[in-house]
Nanobody
Framework: QVQLVESGGGLVQAGGSLRLSCAAS????????MGWFRQAPGKAREFVAA??????YYADSVKGRFTISRDIAKDTVYLQMNSLKSEDTAVYYC????????????????WGQGTQVTVSS
């Protein structure tokens, strides 16, 4: 069983930065693929980034602005978000799945409760 707790969301001006954290617990975390997804008001949840198996993947909309990383010793995954835009406003979710990187929400087994990111223009 994997438990995930996100933190680091908040209100930021356009062009600013935030770093989200996802603290994980569970014996298999270190082998799992970790992903970040987001859901804006009135929209479906969408893939943002994933890290696992030595690879990282990003949605085109965040490539070059967001960076996903993990600290194995701290059982934590991060999402560094730079050059934020109003369209990045959403609830951001951390997710985990057995090894194999995926962009698809349905392939993730464990989810955090989400953290709100609001970007003011």
């Amino acid at each position: 069983q994997v438990q995930l707790v996100e933190s680091g969301g908040g209100l930021v001006q356009a062009g600013g930065s935030l770093r989200l954290s996802c603290a994980a617990s569970g014996p298999t975390f270190r082998s799992y693929t970790m992903g970040w997804f987001r859901q804006a008001p009135g929209k479906a949840r969408e893939f943002v980034a994933a890290i696992g198996g030595g690879a990282v993947y990003y949605a085109d909309s965040v490539k070059g602005r967001f960076t996903i990383s993990r600290d194995i010793a701290k059982d934590t995954v991060y999402l560094q978000m730079n050059s934020l835009k109003s369209e990045d406003t959403a609830v951001y979710y951390c997710a985990a799945r057995p090894p194999k990187t995926s962009r698809f929400e349905a392939e993730y087994d464990y989810w955090g409760q989400g953290t709100q990111v609001t970007v003011s223009s």
